[in-house]
Every structure is written in C-alpha cells, then in structure tokens.
C-alpha cells in the first residue's frame, strides 16, 4: 500500500512521499451524505481516514452529514459518539422525539437542538479550523442554500429539518429545510470550496439497489375486521390506548400498517436515491465510499456502534484507491517543470 502524503493544510504545504520524490500535497474535501441515525458510519470514516493521515481540509455535509462534519470541524465529534453510545433501546430515542400537533413539523427538535447547543456552544463556522458548509433546501424557492458562516449548530439544525417531522428553520430572512432535497451528497459544495480531490460518503447506496417496475398488481383480501373483545377491551381498559400511546402508535405505526413518520421516511427514501444517484453521476467524486447500512432504520441512533463499525470497515476497504488517487491527482509543486510526455 502506498504511503500517504504527510501534513496538512490547504494552502497546498509541501510534503513527501516515500521512494517518488517531493509532492505538494493536495487539498482533501470529505463530502457527507444524509441519512438519519445512519450517519454514525460517518463517524467511523473519519477516524479511520485521519488515523492513516487522511486529514481533510474541507469538510460539508448534509443532514446528519452537516451533523457529524459540523461536530468533527468543532471538535466535538467525540461528544455525539457518547450520546449515541448510551442510548439502550427506542424508549430513550422517544425521550428526543417532542411530538407536538401545532406548528410545521410533527417533531419541534428543540431537545435535539439543545444537546448539539451544549455541544458547540455558540461556536461560527467562520472561526472553524477546517473550511466547513452544511447544505440546506430553502422551503418556498428550493434554492440550494449552502451556510458557509454563523452558528454552526444554526447550519446544523437546518440541514437535518425533514420537512414534516421537523419544523423548518428560520436562518436570515429563510426558512430551510433538509439539504438532501437537493443534494444528498454534496460533491459539488465541496468542490466549489476549494478541494482539489474529493472523497464522498453515500449511506444510501444500497436501500434501493434492486428498485423495478412491479407492471401487473391487484387488490388484496378483505382484512377482518376487529373482533368483539378487540373492542371491549378498549372499553374497559382506557389507560392502555392513552392519547400519548395513541399518537406515538400512529407515528411509528405497527406490523400490520405503516406509520406517518415511515411513510414519509422511506418516501424521502426514495426521492434522495433517486436525486443521489443523478447528482453523482453528473459531478463524482473521486473516491466514493459506501457502507451497507441500508437496513437500518432512520432513528436507530441507539445502534451507533454498529453503524460506527460499518463506516469504519467501509473506509479500511476504500484507503488504498484513495491513497493512489492522491499520488495520481495531486497537483505538481509550484513551479516545477513539467515530465515528459505531460
């Protein structure tokens, strides 16, 4: 396996590799794609890259991806592991989940939002060591907002805000929404910010692989009805069928039907596959990185080191491409004459 570059920096600091001479080393961007709890993997790409010298100088994000480069470029990254490591079970992600039925979401997201507030603080994205975006929607033109300055967890907040789960948020005189509505993996952001190579995290490559036409169905069988005890004890038994168990049942639903929240998770699903998959194929990156999670759940934040493990063991099977691809593409030192046949 190829050394990689030493140092850091995007002034474009000189550095050298072993056994091929002096190199000016090339300015890395990490472009981090949405996904929900499934974003943890991102955690686990990162170290990995950093502990082999792979040490991004800009970083964006989208949704949880704007999420853990935010935390990563405060460095913070450590805290939301933690958080994510001692969640036990559903029952502890349902104590973040404000459920209010006013408003323009189904989540108010202000106990999320304090968490990541105790986590940054009032931190700018301007005084960040790294160059750092965080891509969000705005809600009544679907510009492609990209927040390159303010409160880090303002830029945050705004690019997780799921239209319909979570309320928008009010940024300068615009309400954005979740990024992903326009660019799911922002390549593009990460570009126009100045990396000359650009390593992406798509966590949804493998939701939808097999996606078809299904040409031919029809309806199914009548459902049974509830029988007579079914109602009776819904009579009798009032404490069981609260208004609170009501409409968390109705949010998450049951076995036999879906619930709101994921009709409009896998609806948002499909509508990110589909826009991942044109946005990359008009501007790749140049090393993509893929961890299977596509079967995990968008709130299974309490399975974090599962997730974490993944992104990890996808990053290990990536690092010798993107080694070689830094050896490949990295920009000749200044002012140095250029090999034959170049």
Do not use: C
């Not at 036990?88 to 202000?110: C, P, T, V």
């Amino acid at each position: 396996m190829l050394d990689i570059l030493k140092g850091r920096g995007a002034n474009g600091s000189n550095g050298e590799k072993i056994g091929l001479g002096p190199t000016r080393r090339p300015v890395i961007g990490l472009a981090l794609g949405g996904g929900a709890a499934r974003g943890f993997a991102h955690i686990g790409i990162l170290r990995t890259l950093i502990a082999n010298g792979i040490v991004p100088d800009v970083v964006v994000g989208t949704s949880i991806g704007a999420v853990v480069g935010g935390l990563h470029a405060a460095g913070r990254l450590d805290t939301f592991e933690e958080w994510g490591r001692s969640l036990q079970g559903m029952r502890n992600i349902l104590g973040y989940l404000d459920i209010r039925l006013n408003g323009s979401g189904l989540l108010g997201g202000e106990k999320l939002a304090t968490r990541l507030e105790n986590a940054v603080g009032q931190t700018l994205i301007e005084d960040l060591p790294v160059k750092f975006a965080s891509v969000a929607t705005e809600v009544r033109t679907g510009h492609e907002i990209w927040l390159t300055r303010g409160r880090v967890v303002d830029a945050m907040r705004a690019s997780y805000a799921l239209p319909g789960i979570f309320s928008p948020v009010l940024i300068g005189d615009r309400w954005l929404v979740d990024g992903a509505l326009v660019n799911p993996v922002p390549v593009s952001a990460a570009r126009a910010l100045g990396a000359e190579i650009v390593i992406a995290a798509n966590l949804s490559s493998d939701i939808f692989t097999h996606s078809t036409t299904i040409y031919s169905h029809g309806a199914m069988p009548a459902p049974v009805a509830a029988g007579p005890e079914e109602t009776t004890a819904k009579r009798r038994f009032p404490r069981f069928f609260s208004p609170e168990k009501t409409m968390k049942r109705e949010f998450f639903g049951s076995a036999g039907r879906p619930g709101i929240s994921s009709v409009m998770v896998d609806a948002f699903n499909i509508m990110q596959d589909r826009i991942t998959r044109a946005r990359l194929a008009g501007d790749p990156p140049d090393l993509l990185i893929t961890p299977r999670v596509g079967h995990f759940g968008w709130f299974d934040f309490h399975r974090s080191e599962d997730l974490i493990s993944l992104g990890t063991r996808a990053a290990e099977r990536a690092l010798e491409s993107i080694q070689e691809a830094i050896h490949v593409l990295a920009p000749p030192p200044e002012g140095a004459a250029p090999k034959a046949g170049e």
